[in-house]
């Protein structure tokens, strides 16, 4: 992934494919996990849902109040609702839904085709 700076794509872009570890969107392709936002597609470095904490997220909330919502893909298993880093977010005033990584992304696509400020922390997964 290249743009402006590395790691980083500029603008909303939909997630045409999952899996093998990685992502496409944008005409490339990208081994790892991303974080999606209307601002662009970038790099994160979480691998595990266990090392998922509010400051994993700080792509997510420098955004935070221009969002309607925050999906969290947590691999193939989701998380519980009540996990530490989702409570912060919502104490913060954020919606969030958690749901294992294939779940997130085709949530992701369907509610920025349709217009709404989703943002998307997605794992890869094999």
Known sequence: MTNEKQ?????????????????????????????????GVQVWAVAEA??????????????LLQ???ILIGTGLK???????FAMALRE??????IMDTPAAA?????????GRRVAAALIAVA
Do not use: C
């Not at 266990?50 to 955004?63: C, F, K, N, Q």
């Not at 989701?78 to 530490?84: G, T, Y």
């Open 7 to 39: 790691g980083f794509v500029a603008g909303a872009h939909a997630i045409t494919s999952y899996g093998k570890g990685g992502f496409s969107f944008a005409g490339m392709t990208h081994q790892g996990s991303i974080i999606a936002l209307p601002t």
């Open 50 to 63: 266990g090392h998922i904490d509010v400051a994993s997220l700080t792509p997510i909330m420098a955004e």
């Open 67 to 69: 969002l309607d919502l």
């Open 78 to 84: 989701a998380l519980p609702p009540d996990a530490p």
């Open 92 to 97: 913060q005033g954020a919606r969030i839904d």
């Open 106 to 114: 085709r949530t992701y696509n369907v509610l920025m085709e349709e």
